[in-house]
């Protein structure tokens, strides 16, 4: 069955009050992290098994993944689609993560949502990320969504969202992430990946490399046999060279291969869902995604948060040559390759912050060792001075000086932190 839309109380501050109160419920729940479909198939259950009742496409990958999950919906949207989203993690706000027709969710429904679940959430164990793609269903059905543009978590065999049952999947980019949940190796991470492959389901692989493909093709045979003992893998590889050579809103030569996966991934499509040109190109063209070399005035936001993510970063700084001096505001999280990540940012940087985003304070680079690595007499010839400040406000201010481009990356915490502090709005 289909959930109705929650309907909260008239009253604003009680709707906000309970809002509040359900996102104090949730976030605790993101220090843990579960494998497995179970819990979240027993939540969904409990709300009608929402993700059942409308045509869904499943991205995953590394690196790339919200950018193609943003193409899609906004070619889909360009066509006439009322499309809904599901993305992680968000940026300053919670609702940021579910959206249909552009609109994030309300205040209201994630309090109602919330408070039905609270009993099934506390009894199975659910994680933040379980729970909250349970409620990302039941609203997108809710609100009338007639196909969702869902983008995978974490890895892809045993993540939550790996529950849907879709009409297209794609996969972008490998690299090297969360090698403590996926192992350590491309071929590791791709292997975790493959598995969103369903049988008879266009499969579009975005990866250039052709030892991953291979990978990628072997392993999403094997899901589909899992699924299926007789089923067939419809994969289908994009040529390594091509790249989308029409109009595209976001900016970086890298999002040139990311549009290319997108336009794979839409052509994979039924021919009910399948764009025409035009409604491709005027969604790739007014297509944004914040906190993806956002501008904003005189600063510059890129949530890199892993090395393949700096290499892009620095060709789009490379490229663009924003306004001089370009000051970075830095905080990586502390199981990430940082000492690599710097490196490439100090080619671009004229100056530096280090510092300690707030929400991300129980996963801290180590300040210490950072500080000793910074003094080595070692340490590779930097081009750019840097400096540590571990308190954020005061490193938000000294980064401001003499500015010419603030640049904010190294996590979504970085960039969500700063665009608070300041005052913007992602959505």
Request: charge should be neutral; proline fraction near 7%.
């Amino acid at each position: 069955m289909t959930p109705r839309t929650p309907s909260g109380p008239a009253d604003a501050d009680s709707v906000s009050v309970r809002y509040r109160r359900a996102v104090d419920f949730l976030f605790p729940r993101t220090t843990t992290i579960k494998f497995g479909l179970d819990r979240t198939e027993r939540l969904l259950e409990r709300l009608g098994n929402p993700h059942l009742v409308m045509p869904t496409i499943h991205i995953g990958g590394t690196n790339g993944k919200g950018s193609v999950t943003t193409l899609v919906a906004a070619a889909l949207s360009a066509a006439g689609w009322r499309v809904g989203v599901y993305t992680s993690p968000h940026l300053v706000d919670f609702r940021e993560r579910i959206t249909v027709a552009g609109v994030p969710i309300s205040e209201a429904a994630v309090a109602t949502w919330t408070e039905v679940l609270h009993d099934e959430v506390e009894a199975l164990g659910a994680t933040f990320f379980e729970a909250s793609t349970a409620i990302a269903f039941a609203d997108l059905a809710a609100r009338g969504a007639e196909i969702a543009v869902i983008e995978v978590g974490l890895g892809g065999r045993l993540d939550s969202t790996n529950v849907v049952r879709p009409v297209a999947s794609g996969v972008t980019k490998i690299a090297m992430d969360h090698q403590k949940y996926l192992g350590d190796t491309l071929e590791a991470i791709a292997r975790e990946k493959a598995w969103i492959a369903k049988p008879g389901v266009p499969f579009v692989i975005g990866e250039r490399d052709p030892e991953v493909v291979a990978v990628l093709k072997e392993e999403a045979r094997r899901a589909v046999r899992a699924v299926d003992p007789a089923g067939r893998a419809d994969l289908r590889v994009l040529p390594p060279e091509y790249e989308w050579r029409g109009p595209l809103g976001l900016i970086g030569a890298h999002q040139r291969r990311n549009a290319a996966v997108a336009h794979g991934i839409l052509m994979a499509l039924p021919p009910r869902f399948r764009p025409n040109a035009e409604a491709v190109e005027a969604g790739f063209a007014t297509a944004f995604i914040p906190g993806r070399l956002d501008r904003r005035g005189r600063w510059l936001f890129d949530v890199a948060h892993n090395p393949d993510g700096v290499r892009a970063l620095v060709q789009a700084l490379e490229d663009l040559a924003p306004p001089r001096p370009l000051t970075a505001l830095v905080s990586i999280l502390g199981d990430k390759e940082w000492p690599e990540m710097l490196v490439g940012l100090d080619r671009v940087v004229d100056r530096g912050v280090l510092t300690v985003a707030p929400t991300a304070a129980s996963r801290r680079w180590d300040l210490e060792w950072l500080a000793r690595w910074l003094d080595r007499p070692d340490r590779p010839p930097a081009r750019a001075s840097w400096k540590l400040i571990e308190d954020f406000p005061t490193a938000l201010a000294a980064v401001q000086e003499g500015a010419g481009t603030v640049l904010v990356t190294g996590s979504f915490h970085t960039v969500g932190d700063v665009m608070a502090a300041i005052g913007l709005t992602p959505v």
